[in-house]
T-cell receptor, first 112, second 114 residues
Framework: GAGVSQSPSNKVTEKGKDVELRCDPI?????LYWYRQSLGQGLEFLIYFQGNSAPDKSGLPSDRFSAERTGGSVSTLTIQRTQQEDSAVYLC??????????FGSGTRLTVV | QQQVKQSPQSLIVQKGGISIINCAYENTAFDYFPWYQQFPGKGPALLIAIRPDVSEKKEGRFTISFNKSAKQFSLHIMDSQPGDSATYFC?????????????FGKGTLLTVNP
């Protein structure tokens, strides 16, 4: 596609439920990043995928968070047993190589 | 520990004026410093970036000034326009290998009055 596509654009979930957020990177982009943007915390790195290499999971805030990238393309971020503090905008970005990312418009997650 | 400090939090400028946003970093291993522009409901978009081997980079109305010894860098927007009203984020990365994970500042909300 022309840009990074994220779905859903908005998600409201009840506390304790699991959620899955999807990212479709730009075709041909081998690097994929997930960030979280919340009020007061700004943008925080979550996880990085590059090709078939082991992902950098150093930014995941707890073991309730996980992500996978299938076939080097689509990525899914899963949050288990959601908590109110998980409410944020989850942003995905991709790049072909080098540091110039393209971000998607994000998924706004609200935990009630 | 906040590794990239950004100021001011908000800025109001008249049309045609100069907008200046400042950032300071702590990690001397950082070697890539981008600025991102974000409009409401959209993801951040790369505006301009600099590496520490140069002190200034200009692209159109946007200029980054970089002071390696002070560990500071700033964004200057010349002839600011109402369409520049957005949130601006500075960031920094240590580009060891291919992982360009970014550490962001907390953002500056810029309002340009007509």
């Amino acid at each position: 596609g022309a840009g990074v596509s994220q779905s859903p654009s908005n998600k409201v979930t009840e506390k304790g439920k699991d959620v899955e957020l999807r990212c479709d990177p730009i075709s041909g982009h081998t690097a994929l990043y997930w960030y979280r943007q919340s009020l007061g915390q700004g943008l925080e790195f979550l996880i990085y995928f590059q090709g078939n290499s082991a992902p950098d999971k150093s930014g995941l805030p707890s073991d309730r968070f996980s992500a996978e990238r299938t076939g080097g393309s689509v990525s899914t971020l899963t949050i288990q047993r959601t908590q109110q503090e998980d409410s944020a905008v989850y942003l995905c970005a991709s790049s072909r190589q080098g540091p110039g990312y393209t971000f998607g418009s994000g998924t706004r997650l609200t935990v009630v | 520990q906040q590794q990239v400090k950004q100021s001011p939090q908000s800025l109001i400028v008249q049309k045609g004026g100069i907008s200046i946003i400042n950032c300071a970093y702590e990690n001397t291993a950082f070697d890539y410093f981008p600025w991102y522009q974000q409009f409401p409901g959209k993801g951040p978009a790369l505006l301009i970036a600099i590496r520490p081997d140069v002190s200034e980079k200009k692209e159109g109305r946007f200029t980054i000034s970089f002071n390696k010894s002070a560990k500071q860098f700033s964004l200057h927007i010349m002839d600011s326009q109402p369409g520049d009203s957005a949130t601006y984020f500075c960031a920094a990365s240590n580009s060891g290998g291919s992982n360009y994970k970014l550490t962001f500042g907390k953002g500056t909300l810029l309002t340009v009055n007509p």
